[in-house]
């Protein structure tokens, strides 16, 4: 069984009161979760740490721990949980809404990676990434639900008026929002000395993939990475909250 090390941070935004962003790392489920939640008052937090606790308890319940030998095994079949753990989370924001009105319009992204052996799982919803390094190489493994993203895909903006356009931020899908929601979920093959790195859009509006590659690629610990790769937000402004949750595969 392959060894999965995996450490994570998260820091409210230099201009903000309260981190809306979420993040939780469970070893034995070899589960990973960042969340980033949206919403007036403190509604995101409310958001982020509904939609995580969600998919955790939902898992906890049918993935049998990283010691047992029962349970579904086999990439596809975790997949195809993950993919209705955050249907779930899903309804799970949308229920604390209906019980309580003030939460109107708070929702959240959510990007999962789970590890099945000689693969991961990887699943998301919003503007929350997913990259694995591997051999100094950064690939994305998920794509921004966002508008500016659907304007690059047609054509209509270079991906550098993306990063600068004042429609960045709007995400067209959340957790939370109304109706049901589409979760793109991919399976990624694993080698030993594979980085993960999830993280909210704290971290990738204020470093550039190569800055992220660097400091994925050098940092000595896990903690020294996301320390690095916080503090690199914030040192180029970091108004954002900014989360990471960076997981290595033992070579
Ligand atoms: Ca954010």
Not at 19 to 48: C, K, Q, T, W
Not at 68 to 85: I, V
């Amino acid at each position: 069984m392959t060894e999965i090390r995996a450490w994570g941070l998260s820091e409210v935004g230099v201009t903000r009161t309260h981190n809306e962003d979420y993040f939780e790392i469970d070893p034995r489920r070899r589960l990973f979760l960042v969340a980033d939640g949206m919403g007036g008052h403190s509604h995101g937090e409310v958001a982020s740490r509904t939609a995580v606790q969600a998919v955790r308890e939902y898992l906890e319940d049918r993935l049998a721990p990283v010691e047992s030998t029962e349970g579904p095994t086999g990439t596809e079949a975790q997949a195809l949980l993950l993919r209705s753990a955050i249907h779930t989370a899903h309804e799970e924001v949308l229920c604390a809404i209906r019980q309580d009105g003030t939460l109107t319009g708070m929702g959240t992204t959510l990007v999962a990676l789970l590890v099945c052996g000689e693969s991961v799982a990887v699943a998301h919803v919003g503007d929350s990434r997913a990259y694995r390094l591997r051999q100094q190489r950064l690939d994305l493994l998920t794509e921004d639900h966002t508008w500016v993203h659907e304007q690059v895909m047609a054509g209509f903006l270079s991906e550098e008026q993306a990063r600068v356009h004042p429609l960045k931020n709007v995400v067209t899908r959340a957790l939370g929002s109304e109706g049901d929601i589409q979760v793109d979920v991919r399976e990624v093959p694993v080698e030993a000395g594979d980085r993960f790195l999830l993280c909210s859009d704290g971290l990738t509006t204020m470093m550039r993939d190569a800055e992220i590659a660097e400091t994925l690629a050098t940092g000595e610990s896990l903690q020294d990475v996301c320390r690095e790769l916080v503090q690199g937000a914030k040192s180029r402004g970091g108004f954002d909250d900014v989360t990471v949750v960076v997981v290595e595969v033992e070579a």
